[in-house]
Every structure is written in structure tokens, then in C-alpha cells.
């Protein structure tokens, strides 16, 4: 409710200036509407009450601050031109492609998705490594079962 009355109360501000200045009633009443619908969200806000008992850290002038702060950086956005938008989508992209490629590729699903799908020969050998290395931790995990029983029967006699 705050986000968006904030949003559409800087579009008409924005968007509708001539008209606001011009005092036509659908943009002043646009603007009121949406105005009152962000003052509505920042009630909301303040009518939640924080638990007193957690006295770890407390954001100074809330709800107020940062409902201004919202509204501010709106309308500092709505002022942007639109090749600076197409800029921030291009490189939005460019960043997007190389956090899902890196992480796809370097994945611990990816590494076993490609050991499966390998060459037959490729994958067999790397099915028994698999089996090798489950069998020797399964060895381990066993040892140590038996000493750790061995231990306790110990205590018990």
C-alpha cells in the first residue's frame, strides 16, 4: 500500500506537473488520492507495535523517515532518462547471465548431472569412483561406529 501509493503519487507528479499547476480536478484529485493512500501505508506502519523485549537495534525515525526516503528516491528514479534505464537492463542482463552461468556450471548437480552423461566407458568409471569414495566413507563411518560401540560396552562392564 505505501510502495504503491508512493509510486503513483510521484507518477502524477511527475507525469501530470502542467496539470497540477494548471489545477485541473482529475490531477489534483489523482494526487490527493494517491497521496492519502501512501499517508494510509505510513499509519499502518506506525500502528504496528515492535517488541520491547528485543533491544538489539532500532532504525531511527521510523515510520517517517523512511517513508520520505521512499518517496524521495521515487521521484529521484521517475526523473531518470530512458537511456540510462536501457543501460541498467543491459548490464542488469550481462550481470544476471554471468551469476546463473557461473553458477550452473560450477553447481554440485552440474558436476554430477555431467558424470552421468558422460561417455559410457567415462561414466562407468566415474560411477565406481563414485562407489569407491561412498565405500570408503561408509568403511570410515562404520569404524567409528564400532569403536564408539566398543567404547561404550567398555564403560559398561
Known amino acids: 500500500v505505501l510502495v504503491t501509493g508512493v509510486i503513483s503519487a510521484c507518477l502524477v507528479a511527475n507525469l501530470a506537473t502542467d496539470q497540477l499547476i494548471e489545477a485541473n480536478w482529475w490531477a489534483v484529485l489523482l494526487q490527493l488520492l494517491f497521496t492519502l493512500q501512501a499517508a494510509a501505508g505510513c499509519l499502518v506502519i506506525m500502528a504496528h507495535q515492535q517488541d520491547p523485549l528485543i533491544d538489539t537495534f532500532r532504525a531511527p525515525g521510523v515510520p517517517v523517515l523512511p517513508c520520505v526516503v521512499i518517496a524521495l528516491n521515487v521521484t529521484l528514479i521517475m526523473k531518470l532518462q530512458v537511456l540510462t534505464w536501457i543501460r541498467f537492463f543491459v548490464w542488469l542482463a550481462v550481470g544476471l547471465l554471468v551469476y546463473f552461468g557461473y553458477g550452473i556450471s560450477h553447481s554440485r ?49
Request: charged share 25%; net charge negative.
Open 109 to 157: 548437480q552440474s558436476v554430477a548431472l555431467a558424470a552421468t552423461e558422460a561417455t559410457p566407458l567415462t561414466a562407468d568409471l566415474n560411477y565406481k569412483k563414485l562407489v569407491e569414495a561412498e565405500s570408503a566413507m561408509g568403511d570410515s563411518v562404520n569404524e567409528s561406529k564400532a569403536s564408539l560401540t566398543d567404547a561404550t560396552n567398555n564403560e559398561q562392564k
